[in-house]
Every structure is written in C-alpha cells, then in structure tokens.
C-alpha cells in the first residue's frame, strides 16, 4: 500500500478532505477518472463495484459543470469528502458561466420530472442525473453558490451499501416467498 493510502487508513476517524480544481476541458476527465477510481479502491471500506460506480458518478457530474454550467477557460471544482466507515460526499463546483447554466431549483426540477418518469426516457441525452447520479447515491442536492454557480453535493453511506449488497445476496424461490440457502 503507498504512503497516502497508509496514511489515510491509519487515520480512521477523521475526515479526509481532498479537492481539486480543473479547467473546463474534458481532457483532464480521464484522471479524474483515475484518481476517483484510486480513491475509493485504496482508502475506503467500498467495493470495487462502487468504486467504479463512484468513477461514473463524478464523471457523469464533472462533465455537466464543464458542459453546460462553465464557459471555457473557467474551473471547475470537485471535492471528495470521505467519513471513515460511514460515507463519501462528492461535491462538484461549476462558475456558472456557460450558455445552459441554471439555477438549483431549475435542474431540481428537471432531475424530479426524469425520476418520475413524466419526462420520455427515449432522448439519449438528459438522463445521466437522474439514472446515474440519483439511482447510486443516497443524497443529491443542488446548491447556488453565493458568488455565482451550481453546487452539486452528492453522499453515499456505507451502511446503505451494505444492506444493498446483503439484500442481493439472497437468492429467493420463483414465487418470490422463500429464500434459498
């Protein structure tokens, strides 16, 4: 294990703050990709199938603040916020400059019609919010900045997790009324 793994595990209780500014370009989503998938690998209590869904979480989120909420040449801002043995909080910033940036209850609103399903799932575009980030985590907010911009502040709790992959463990009957052992 490297020294920052180490260093993060032996520091079980703490938080650990790790945030990272980008430019809007999507060149740099690759390691962003890395890095996430590393993190949640290496210093969590997650498994590596949510260390991947974590990965398409942050992308899904990073790549909509660089879309759609920062023009180019602005930053965007991702923040991992890891609560030892209890959740990761992933908070991604945009300027609030780009040509479809919105305000929180706008993209609220939106999100809540496509979970709903009022809004047609045939459009290929859209869905990434409502089908990846809301369907993996367990808090999704949408926050305006003061200085101008979109928060986005997504938590996974571990227990949660837990119960979730327990529950798919079981194999039930055909009637659904039995669990097989």
């Known amino acids: 294990m490297n020294d920052i793994a180490t260093t993060l595990k032996e520091n079980t209780y703490k938080p650990v703050k790790i945030t990272i500014t980008l430019p809007t370009h999507a060149y740099f989503m690759s390691g962003i990709r890395d890095f996430t998938l590393s993190l949640i690998k290496n210093t ?4 590596e199938q ?7 979480v942050v992308d899904e989120l990073a790549n ?7 023009q180019p ?4 801002k991702i923040t991992f916020i890891y609560n030892p043995n209890e959740s990761i ?17 706008e993209i609220k609103k ?12 045939a ?6 919010l409502a089908k990846i980030v809301h369907e993996w985590t367990d808090e999704l907010e949408f926050i305006d900045k003061p200085e101008g911009g979109l928060k986005v502040k997504v938590v996974k709790y571990l227990t949660h997790v837990e119960t979730e992959e327990l529950k798919k463990s079981f194999v039930y009957s055909e009637d659904k009324t039995h669990i097989l052992i």
């Open 44 to 47: 969590t209590e997650f498994s």
């Open 50 to 56: 949510w260390a991947y869904r974590f990965q398409s």
């Open 64 to 70: 909509n603040a660089i879309e759609h909420g920062s």
């Open 73 to 76: 040449g602005e930053e965007i």
């Open 89 to 105: 909080e992933i908070q991604v910033e945009d300027s609030g400059t780009g040509k479809d940036a919105r305000k929180a209850e």
């Open 110 to 121: 939106i999100v809540d019609q496509y979970i709903q399903q009022s809004v047609p799932m």
């Open 123 to 128: 459009n290929i575009r859209g869905r990434g």
